[in-house]
């Protein structure tokens, strides 16, 4: 299943709650977990702890995002290698409108530290790996964050984060557009796009702390 070698495995990578401007997914209003569906009090319902993988290398991505293939319906759902076989694992093709999500059994995120201490003498800042992990123990896909210790808290606390993964979900700015200039506004359109084309797929996966 492992799709990279070594250094070849990193994606695009961000980790955010459900109710970040760039996702709008708000506050889930149910969770299918494998140990059966979790009742939320309205009034203790908190954001989910998010990470999204973005493809860096898939079919039909340019330097101006995703590009429908020439004479594609646009009812068609495109083909994406990379999604197809993990849809073959178990993971859910997301639809365009998002209110519950399901856990993916066997999938495991894993947090790991990647400090360097120049990084952290200098800035007072560390890094994080995040390794998605197939059922049969491969890792599917790996992306370096920024640690955020409210984020770990959250995906501690619940047993999972929701995973995100797909060509279009808002990290990869336009050609010639600075990160500054890429808003949050932008992010989310790309992320609906991604949606509505069939190109993200994603649940509740079992998160694992190494740090």
Same mark, same amino acid.
């Given at each position: 299943? !492992? +799709? @990279?070698?070594?250094?070849?495995?990193?994606?695009?990578? +961000?980790?955010?709650?459900?109710?970040?401007? #760039?996702?709008?997914?708000?506050?889930?209003?149910?969770?299918?977990?494998?140990?059966?569906?979790? #009742?939320?009090?309205?009034?203790?319902?908190?954001?989910?702890?998010?990470?999204?993988?973005?493809?860096?290398?898939?079919?039909?991505?340019?330097?101006?995002?995703?590009?429908? /293939?020439?004479? #594609?319906?646009?009812?068609?759902?495109? %083909?994406?290698?990379?999604?197809?076989?993990?849809?073959?694992?178990?993971? +859910?093709?997301? /639809?365009?409108?998002?209110?519950?999500?399901? !856990?993916?059994?066997?999938?495991?995120? @894993?947090?790991?530290?990647?400090?360097?201490?120049?990084? #952290?003498?200098?800035?007072?800042?560390?890094?994080?790996?995040?390794?998605?992990?197939? /059922?049969?123990?491969?890792?599917?896909?790996?992306?370096?964050? /920024? @640690?955020?210790? %409210?984020?770990?808290?959250?995906?501690? +606390?619940?047993?999972?984060?929701?995973?995100?993964?797909?060509?279009?979900?808002?990290?990869?700015?336009?050609?010639?557009?600075?990160?500054?200039?890429?808003?949050?506004?932008?992010?989310? %359109? !790309?992320?609906?796009?991604?949606?509505?084309?069939?190109?993200?797929?994603?649940?509740?996966?079992?998160?694992?702390? @190494?740090?």
């Amino acid at each position: 299943m !492992s +799709r @990279h070698q070594d250094e070849e495995l990193d994606d695009g990578g +961000r980790i955010l709650f459900s109710d970040d401007p #760039a996702l709008q997914l708000g506050v889930l209003t149910g969770l299918e977990t494998a140990e059966g569906a979790v #009742a939320l009090d309205p009034g203790q319902i908190r954001p989910m702890p998010t990470a999204l993988f973005e493809f860096r290398h898939a079919v039909g991505v340019g330097h101006f995002g995703y590009i429908l /293939p020439k004479g #594609a319906p646009p009812d068609e759902v495109p %083909e994406e290698p990379q999604l197809e076989g993990a849809i073959l694992f178990g993971m +859910r093709r997301l /639809p365009p409108e998002i209110s519950d999500l399901y !856990s993916i059994p066997g999938w495991e995120l @894993h947090e790991i530290p990647d400090e360097q201490p120049q990084l #952290a003498q200098s800035y007072g800042s560390t890094d994080s790996l995040l390794e998605l992990w197939t /059922p049969d123990g491969e890792i599917y896909s790996r992306i370096c964050v /920024p @640690h955020d210790p %409210e984020w770990t808290a959250a995906a501690l +606390r619940l047993g999972y984060a929701v995973v995100l993964c797909g060509v279009e979900l808002g990290i990869r700015a336009p050609y010639a557009m600075s990160a500054a200039q890429h808003t949050a506004g932008m992010s989310y %359109e !790309s992320f609906r796009r991604g949606l509505a084309l069939g190109l993200t797929i994603g649940g509740l996966v079992t998160y694992v702390d @190494h740090r």
